[in-house]
């Protein structure tokens, strides 16, 4: 936590929409504690503090704490509001306010540069604090309670010793050292695939896989288009043994954020180490059709493709069973 010298904090800029609550104001807020949670549905650390948030409002909010989610974008795709409010049902984000930051202008107001950050606002709107990155309770909740009594109220109860438990950790999994990056695959993130041949943006490329894999590197195989934000596999494409590729060296958990280029609906199949996955490794949108491991894709979300109790390196290979599919990111857990 940074407490940085207070200034007057900006008011939410060109918010398009906002979901459970009428739309709100700095200014209209004054005589409350604020913290904003500046968040996107596609940033696995933003999911992770969706539960501290929620238990912050909940035991504080009698208090006079207002937590407000303000969703910026990471992808284009995060700026749809019908995809916003998917992600809202998703996480089960009903009760606490949600401003749809759409254009990221309040993202930037607050000067930030990263997903997520929390800004603390007193009760005379002056920013007081500052938080970036993940935090849990530990994290929050001394300043939550010193800015509410500045602000003349009192709570009673005690801190919490843990972290509220939710199913959002279990799905998405916690990270840990030594645990495989998150690797964004668009031309705007990543210099190169770890094929022996360089692709061309904005183009279909036919890529060849030798078979080798680097750790932690991805590969393509098949015909494929590398945008600025993902890689679409070719409209009308029929190669059955298309792939996204990655050797990955521990994770608990695997996710693909993962969407279609036509706003249809898709589908993936799944090997690890070239094999389907067992009912035990289901991720959570994973499932199994006869012996063979699949996902379905309704909308561009992070999808959790597998899970195992202890980490683990593999190989995973993401195929294409639909010509609508479009890969963005590889996320671990």
């Not at 209209?28 to 968040?39: E, R, S, T």
């Not at 990221?104 to 990155?133: C, L, Q, S």
Request: aromatic share 12%; with cysteine; net charge negative.
């Amino acid at each position: 936590m940074e407490l940085i010298p207070a200034i007057p904090a900006p008011e939410f800029k060109e918010i398009t929409d906002w979901a459970n609550s009428q739309p709100l104001s700095i200014n209209a807020l004054k005589g409350k504690v604020v913290l904003i949670d500046c968040w996107t549905y596609t940033c696995i650390f933003c999911l992770r503090t969706i539960p501290t948030m929620r238990r912050l409002q909940q035991k504080y909010g009698k208090y006079g704490l207002q937590v407000v989610q303000a969703h910026s974008a990471e992808y284009h795709f995060a700026t749809d509001h019908a995809n916003i409010r998917r992600a809202l049902s998703r996480y089960n984000i009903t009760d606490v306010p949600v401003a749809f930051d759409t254009n990221n202008k309040t993202w930037e107001a607050y000067g930030n540069m990263y997903w997520p950050k929390h800004i603390f606002v007193d009760h005379n709107g002056f920013i007081r604090y500052e938080h970036a990155g993940y935090g849990g309770m530990e994290d929050f909740e001394d300043v939550v309670v010193e800015l509410l009594q500045e602000a003349g109220n009192k709570p009673v109860e005690g801190k919490e010793q843990e972290d509220p438990k939710d199913e959002i950790y279990d799905i998405y999994g916690m990270h840990f050292y030594g645990m495989a990056p998150e690797i964004c695959v668009g031309y705007s993130r990543l210099r190169r695939f770890g094929n022996n041949q360089t692709l061309k943006p904005d183009a279909v490329n036919v890529v060849i896989d030798s078979g080798l894999h680097d750790v932690n590197v991805v590969y393509l195989r098949g015909s494929w288009i590398w945008q600025r934000e993902g890689v679409q596999y070719r409209p009308g494409g029929k190669d059955q043994n298309a792939a996204v590729i990655i050797r990955y060296n521990a994770a608990k958990r695997v996710h693909s954020i993962i969407g279609t280029s036509d706003g249809k609906p898709g589908k993936i199949e799944i090997k690890l180490d070239g094999n389907h996955l067992t009912r035990d490794q289901l991720g959570r949108d994973a499932k199994l059709e006869g012996d063979i491991s699949v996902a379905s894709i309704e909308w561009p979300f992070m999808h959790n493709l597998v899970r195992t109790d202890k980490p683990e390196a593999r190989e995973i290979e993401i195929i294409p069973r639909s010509d609508n599919f479009v890969f963005y990111t590889f996320v671990f857990g």
